[in-house]
């Protein structure tokens, strides 16, 4: 199963973009790559998940490489409120599903 | 509608003492999860049940915990002869359920276990 590696940390200021990268170098054929945002106290909220190449929905963009032993999440012009613990999760979705992996998560301190 | 809710919020109990948790699925979500969280830590995988599949256990992390589920509703979580260790928050997610393409999870605000 992929397990994943990601920053322990980042700072940012408001407007700026933040790319936060996630290693999974065991990634399987039927794995898709999601990313959750998880807020003190509250339980994860999911953000965004791809397969290959680029997708964009209205929070967020997930760029896969072709060999998709890595993803960067991309939020445009962070505001204050984004300030969150953000997870690559990697796991095949499939009828064999057995085991989500969340990674150590990346916590996004963003700034005035 | 409704989300996932979890009971209780809030458990404080003696080491030693049992403990059940329970979690209420968002309704036709076929697939639950639970996960654990300690103090500042990332999310530990524990259980999964896909309908009336027989759920992988493996990620329990002993023979102290085990879970249930009834049909493709609620579920609880149990933790005998509770150590201090097993305090954190634990969650619960659902999700639709597998489709051949991806699906996101919905997860609950969590219960909080204190173990004294």
């Known amino acids: 199963l992929a397990k994943t590696t990601q920053p322990i940390s980042m700072d940012s200021y408001e407007g700026q973009e933040v790319n936060i990268t996630c290693s999974h170098n065991?990634?399987?054929?039927?794995?898709?790559i999601t990313w959750y945002q998880q807020f003190p106290s509250q339980g994860p909220r999911f953000i965004i998940q791809?397969?290959?190449t680029k997708v964009t929905n209205e929070v967020a963009s997930l760029f896969i490489p072709a060999d998709r032993k890595s993803s960067t999440l991309s939020l445009p012009r962070v505001s204050l409120s984004d300030t969150a613990v953000y997870y690559c999760?990697?796991?095949?979705?499939?009828?064999?599903?057995?085991?989500?992996?969340f990674g150590s998560g990346t916590k996004l301190n963003v700034k005035p | 509608g409704a989300g996932v809710s979890q009971s209780p919020s809030n458990k404080v109990t003696e080491k030693g003492k049992d403990v059940e948790l329970r979690c209420d699925p968002i309704?036709?979500?076929?697939?639950l999860y639970w996960y654990r969280q300690r103090l500042g830590q990332g999310l530990e995988f524990l259980i999964y049940?896909?309908?009336?599949?027989?759920?992988?256990k493996s990620g329990l992390p002993s023979d102290r915990f085990s879970a249930e589920r009834t049909g493709e509703s609620v579920s609880t979580l149990t933790i005998q002869r509770t150590q201090q260790e097993d305090s954190a928050v634990y969650l619960c997610?659902?999700?639709?359920?597998?489709?051949?393409?991806?699906?996101?999870?919905?997860f609950g605000p969590g219960t909080r276990l204190t173990v004294t």
């Open positions: 997610a659902s999700s639709p359920g597998p489709s051949g393409i991806s699906y996101e999870q919905y």
């Open positions: 065991n990634i399987a054929t039927n794995d898709y």
């Open positions: 791809g397969y290959k």
């Open positions: 999760l990697v796991g095949d979705m499939g009828y064999n599903f057995n085991k989500f992996y």
């Open positions: 309704s036709g979500h076929t697939a």
């Open positions: 049940f896909q309908g009336n599949s027989a759920p992988d």
